[in-house]
T-cell receptor, first 113, second 110 residues
Framework: GAGVSQSPRYKVAKRGQDVALRCDPISGHVSLFWYQQALGQGPEFLTYFQNEAQLDKSGLPSDRFFAERPEGSVSTLKIQRTQQEDSAVYLC???????????FGPGTRLTVL | QKEVEQNSGPLSVPEGAIASLNCTYSDRGSQSFFWYRQYSGKSPELIMFIYSNGDKEDGRFTAQLNKASQYVSLLIRDSQPSDSATYLCARLTGGFKTIFGAGTRLFVKA
């Protein structure tokens, strides 16, 4: 079946631009996670949704980062006024109900020039 | 101290040998642990999860958890070149966060 999909796969932005990254979770998965992975590091938790409710956004690094999942399916991570330190791979993962295991999408590689 | 610590490696083993990957964690309340494999340029994929003290085996993989000593390990038997990847240790917090280590790079030499 279809896995988690993310788009775009690659994004180059000029410093100061806004970007929007999309995640399509596996159908039926109520839990959705966003992570930021810098080169040579493990994924860093950003935020978590259960259906449309954002239950934890403690990992968002600044108020320039915003995530939403208005209908409990597709999610968008928005980064305003991008900075060079935002350059990373942004991973989305989803989990089925009552399960801890997460299924990751291919990620979006963001490069801020 | 990082919440989940791993030796970054690289760990190099010959084909057919046992690869031993270790991970320590700081939160004694941690209950659930995961090992993910990540090939270069790809996303993490789950290999094993373990909740209870002791060993859990799945094919060539064995996860070991020792809550008293706060470490988790992953053993890969009969290592193959295709096992060459970064192995990420992770723990699930009491809420919904999963905290990852920085990963250990494994090279299996043919």
């Amino acid at each position: 079946g279809a896995g988690v999909s993310q788009s775009p796969r690659y994004k180059v932005a000029k410093r100061g631009q806004d970007v929007a990254l999309r995640c399509d979770p596996i159908s039926g998965h109520v839990s959705l996670f966003w992570y930021q992975q810098a080169l040579g590091q493990g994924p860093e938790f950003l935020t978590y949704f259960q259906n449309e409710a954002q239950l934890d956004k403690s990992g968002l690094p600044s108020d320039r980062f915003f995530a939403e999942r208005p209908e409990g399916s597709v999610s968008t991570l928005k980064i305003q006024r991008t900075q060079q330190e935002d350059s990373a791979v942004y991973l989305c993962a989803s989990s089925p109900p009552k399960a801890d295991t997460q299924y990751f999408g291919p990620g979006t590689r963001l490069t801020v020039l | 101290q990082k919440e989940v610590e791993q030796n970054s490696g690289p760990l190099s083993v010959p084909e057919g040998a046992i690869a031993s990957l270790n991970c320590t964690y700081s939160d004694r309340g941690s209950q659930s642990f995961f090992w993910y494999r990540q090939y270069s340029g790809k996303s993490p994929e789950l290999i094993m999860f373990i909740y209870s003290n002791g060993d859990k085996e799945d094919g060539r993989f064995t996860a070991q958890l020792n809550k008293a000593s706060q470490y988790v390990s992953l053993l890969i038997r009969d290592s193959q070149p295709s096992d060459s990847a970064t192995y990420l240790c992770a723990r699930l917090t009491g809420g919904f966060k999963t905290i990852f280590g920085a990963g250990t790079r494994l090279f299996v030499k043919a």
